[in-house]
T-cell receptor, first 114, second 116 residues
Framework: AQSVTQLGSHVSVSEGALVLLRCNYSSSVPPYLFWYVQYPNQGLQLLLKYTSAATLVKGINGFEAEFKKSETSFHLTKPSAHMSDAAEYFCAVSQETSGSRLTFGEGTQLTVNP | GAVVSQHPSWVICKSGTSVKIECRSLDFQATTMFWYRQFPKQSLMLMATSNEGSKATYEQGVEKDKFLINHASLTLSTLTVTSAHPEDSSFYIC????????????FGPGTRLTVL
């Protein structure tokens, strides 16, 4: 069984500020973890994924995430927020590196204030 | 990167009618496609896994007779919502798996279904 919990359904930051979106997972087997971004009325775009090669994963658009097994966490960060980062972010877990049969978290709506 | 399309992007239908949604992998062959459902302001829930040439595997609680899935070719999977009711109104998103060495899943843009 696997599950994902995203702490904070809404996060608001100022433009230029640090972005931190929290994700904790539960999995009975070594997990593969993913972060996706969704813009209004669109599908999902992969930001980055952890597949056990390196605990610090760098993704697109300046985002990165660190896998911490001891904390069962995979938090997403970006040093400086842009207005274009405003979107819904989903953390997800899978038992396959391809991301098949994903279990998603509840999502976090990121608002970036000017 | 790989592209997955969905058609239509939105559809409005009357209660009791059936609606078909297409999911196509445009520049790769997908042995496996997935169908997700997303209610407003909520997360995505996996409905079923569609394998080319075989019956779909449905997640627990998803009515297979209600949501008919056909994966007739390596580039096309269809989801038919039969006898649609207002509670079936949702955002339906498909994804396709590339397989191979760089096995990756790509998502379609989604289809907004509104049942009146």
């Amino acid at each position: 069984a696997q599950s994902v919990t995203q702490l904070g359904s809404h996060v608001s930051v100022s433009e230029g500020a640090l972005v931190l979106l929290r994700c904790n997972y539960s999995s009975s087997v070594p997990p593969y973890l993913f972060w996706y971004v969704q813009y209004p009325n669109q599908g999902l775009q992969l930001l980055l994924k952890y597949t056990s090669a390196a605990t610090l994963v760098k993704g697109i658009n300046g985002f990165e995430a660190e896998f911490k097994k001891s904390e069962t966490s995979f938090h997403l960060t970006k040093p400086s927020a842009h207005m274009s980062d405003a979107a819904e972010y989903f953390c997800a877990v899978s038992q396959e590196t391809s991301g098949s049969r994903l279990t998603f978290g509840e999502g976090t709506q990121l608002t970036v204030n000017p | 990167g790989a592209v997955v399309s969905q058609h239509p992007s939105w559809v409005i239908c009357k209660s009791g009618t059936s609606v078909k949604i297409e999911c196509r992998s445009l520049d790769f062959q997908a042995t496996t496609m997935f169908w997700y459902r997303q209610f407003p302001k909520q997360s995505l829930m996996l409905m079923a896994t569609s394998n080319e040439g075989s019956k779909a595997t449905y997640e627990q609680g998803v009515e297979k007779d209600k949501f008919l899935i056909n994966h007739a070719s390596l580039t096309l999977s269809t989801l038919t919502v039969t006898s649609a009711h207002p509670e079936d109104s949702s955002f339906y998103i498909c994804s396709a798996r590339t397989g191979g060495k760089t096995d990756t899943q790509y998502f379609g843009p989604g289809t907004r279904l509104t049942v009146l």
